[in-house]
């Protein structure tokens, strides 16, 4: 398969990701865990089929002691026990923002993760879906792959 040349957001319109690494510095110094982090980030681009992100995050997860086992689990995390009642809350946070015009956020999902994680750290997660979001988008729409 041929990979079609497209623009370099980052070489066209350095200043744009200037915002975008902001956000990402402020995530970085969070309460959230690297681990959860690093789940919502693999979770959002594998829902978004985005192979750069979905590359680029299994590796760091790997880098912060992320289990094999987990990581090939991720896709069905639903149907798996590896995983935290506040990462499933929170992996299903991320689904639902991320796929938001299929029914928005329940009101059972966001209880349940207000109730397991508190309101500031559910702020956060959301900054962080949104981030990723924003990321893949970026990757998709510009055909980013590593070489």
Same mark, same amino acid.
């Given at each position: 398969?041929?990979?079609?040349?497209?623009?370099?957001?980052?070489?066209?319109?350095?200043?744009?990701?200037?915002?975008?690494?902001?956000?990402?510095?402020?995530?970085?110094?969070?309460?959230?865990?690297?681990?959860?982090?690093?789940?919502?980030?693999?979770?959002?681009?594998?829902?978004?089929?985005?192979?750069?992100?979905?590359?680029?995050?299994?590796?760091?997860?790997?880098?912060?002691?992320?289990?094999?086992?987990? =990581?090939? #689990?991720?896709? $069905? +995390?639903?149907?798996?026990? !590896?995983? *935290?009642?506040?990462?499933?809350?929170?992996?299903?946070?991320?689904?639902?923002?991320?796929?938001?015009?299929?029914?928005?956020?329940?009101?059972?999902?966001?209880?349940?993760?207000?109730?397991?994680?508190?309101?500031?750290?559910?702020?956060?997660?959301?900054?962080? =879906?949104? #981030?990723?979001? $924003? +990321?893949?988008?970026?990757? !998709?729409? *510009?055909?980013?792959?590593?070489?």
């Amino acid at each position: 398969m041929q990979v079609q040349d497209r623009i370099r957001i980052d070489q066209l319109e350095p200043t744009s990701y200037k915002p975008m690494f902001g956000l990402e510095e402020y995530l970085n110094n969070t309460g959230i865990t690297p681990t959860l982090r690093n789940l919502i980030k693999l979770n959002a681009s594998i829902i978004n089929k985005c192979a750069y992100c979905i590359q680029m995050h299994t590796e760091q997860s790997r880098k912060i002691g992320e289990t094999e086992q987990r =990581i090939y #689990a991720l896709p $069905a +995390w639903q149907e798996s026990l !590896l995983f *935290t009642d506040v990462e499933r809350a929170v992996l299903q946070l991320t689904e639902e923002i991320t796929q938001i015009s299929v029914a928005g956020v329940t009101d059972k999902t966001y209880s349940g993760c207000i109730e397991l994680l508190g309101e500031k750290a559910v702020a956060q997660c959301i900054m962080q =879906i949104v #981030a990723i979001n $924003a +990321w893949n988008r970026i990757a !998709l729409s *510009t055909k980013m792959y590593h070489s």
